[in-house]
């Protein structure tokens, strides 16, 4: 069986034994699909159509056994399809049949805190996860004493996220978490691989770095394009973080 057929005889067994036995308070399992319109999902989907669709009709074939067997969808089930909505002109689409049998809800990153920074609690979560991913490493300095190089200048990281963000005026760029930790992971790398001490200046340069390398293909969008064509966002970028100097090239480069 393949991951729905499975993931349905298990919302049956997870079913059984919440109701008959007790043995679980978990109600139901669900199927989560990351990345959902990588795939030509309409075609992967299949007769899956008409399950979806709900009603007495939540019914698919298992077309590979003989004689062919009938598979009938519980009203517990659910499929969690998540997709970045930012790369849907260099994905598979998804049609309007298909789309309709979801609810549609729309993550955006958190809010920026009072001063329109990133929050702090996010910026930690962001510090433990690019440790984690850390590789061992036989220099002097360690990733803790990376990390901590870099937490003594976290104020101009989370100033700068927050930036990006702009949560007002409609002209912010969608950057998330998962941004975040790959700059910070970059940073820490060289850190750890080049022995740095750092200074405020020596960090802004190191940071200006990490978002060349890591996130500037990300914020190279339609949308990001629209920001930058219409609002002040180069102008306000050079005028907070001067020393940013490769990142606004990049930014300018890319609206031109």
Not at 149 to 155: G, L, N, Q, S
Not at 163 to 177: K, P
Request: glycine fraction near 6%; aromatic fraction near 8%.
């Amino acid at each position: 069986p393949g991951a729905v057929t499975k993931a349905v005889f298990d919302c049956y067994a997870t079913m059984h034994k919440h109701e008959d036995t007790k043995e679980t308070e978990q109600q139901a399992t669900w199927l989560l699909i990351d990345e959902i319109n990588r795939a030509e999902i309409d075609r992967a989907f299949g007769s899956l159509f008409t399950a979806l669709s709900g009603g007495k009709e939540r019914q698919f074939s298992l077309d590979y056994l003989t004689p062919t067997q009938t598979v009938t969808v519980p009203a517990r089930f659910r499929i969690i399809g998540a997709l970045n909505s930012f790369d849907t002109s260099f994905v598979n689409s998804m049609s309007a049949a298909l789309r309709r049998r979801f609810a549609r809800v729309v993550v955006l990153p958190p809010d920026n805190d009072g001063t329109g920074s990133m929050p702090r609690a996010e910026y930690d979560i962001a510090l433990a996860k690019a440790k984690a991913i850390m590789p061992p490493s036989s220099s002097a300095v360690t990733v803790d004493e990376a990390a901590t190089r870099v937490e003594e200048h976290e104020a101009i990281f989370r100033a700068l996220f927050g930036f990006f963000r702009r949560s007002t005026g409609g002209n912010d760029l969608m950057i998330g978490t998962a941004q975040a930790i790959d700059a910070l992971a970059y940073m820490l790398t060289r850190i750890v691989l080049s022995e740095l001490t750092l200074n405020t200046d020596e960090f802004s340069d190191l940071l200006d770095e990490a978002i060349v390398t890591r996130l500037s293909n990300s914020l190279e969008s339609d949308h990001t394009r629209a920001v930058l064509e219409t609002g002040d966002f180069l102008k306000s970028l050079a005028d907070s973080f001067p020393r940013l100097k490769r990142t606004h090239g990049r930014l300018t480069v890319f609206k031109d």
